[in-house]
């Protein structure tokens, strides 16, 4: 399937999820991100605000920010940084309906230790599937140098993405 296939598919199994199901799934794969030695070890941590039907963040964000330094991204017209964020307070819906920091203090891609990335589909190579913009592949391309660690659910694993040039692996990807 190319990616265009991959992403209707999933956004109309995304709807079939019951909540219940969603909410006991997103709870193992946070408590697995938060027993994973590149988050025990990592200082900065870039994490991603989830949007309906993705996993929800938004309880790793609360732990982190008690214990490391927690940037989110913000898209400004073809480009995504990171700003550091030191509440859920410092958010406000953004571009896509996506919670973005309102804050001002932008991360250095290179002092991001570990990034949590959402997706839509992901294969046993560690590719995955976006949203179709690719601002985490043009990220991961300028200077970061860190872990990247994916969350999704098991239904979202497909056999095989076709992947072009643009297109970086994840280091690893945890599902329930």
């Known amino acids: 399937m190319d990616k265009n296939e991959i992403r209707k598919v999933m956004k109309k199994r995304r709807l079939l999820m019951e909540r219940e199901t969603f909410l006991l799934h997103s709870q193992k794969i946070i408590e697995k991100v938060q027993q994973h030695d590149s988050y025990k070890k990592a200082k900065t ?18 732990q982190a920010l008690k214990t490391h330094r927690v ?55 560690n590719y995955r599937v976006g949203y179709g913009k690719g601002f985490y592949d043009k990220y991961f391309a300028k200077d970061y140098n860190g872990y990247k660690l994916g ?13 072009d040039i643009y297109d970086l692996p994840l280091d690893e990807i945890l599902s329930e």
């Open 151 to 163: 969350l999704a659910f098991l239904y979202q694993k497909v056999h095989q993405i076709d992947i």
């Open 71 to 125: 940037c989110v991204p913000k898209v400004i017209k073809d480009e995504m940084e990171f700003y550091y964020i030191r509440s859920l307070n410092d958010l406000k819906e953004g571009i896509f309906h996506v919670l973005e920091p309102i804050t001002h203090e932008l991360a250095d891609a290179k002092d991001i230790d570990l990034m949590i990335v959402p997706m839509l589909a992901f294969d046993n190579q």
């Open 45 to 62: 941590i870039g994490i991603y605000v989830s949007l309906p039907g993705e996993v929800d963040t938004i309880p790793l964000i609360q």
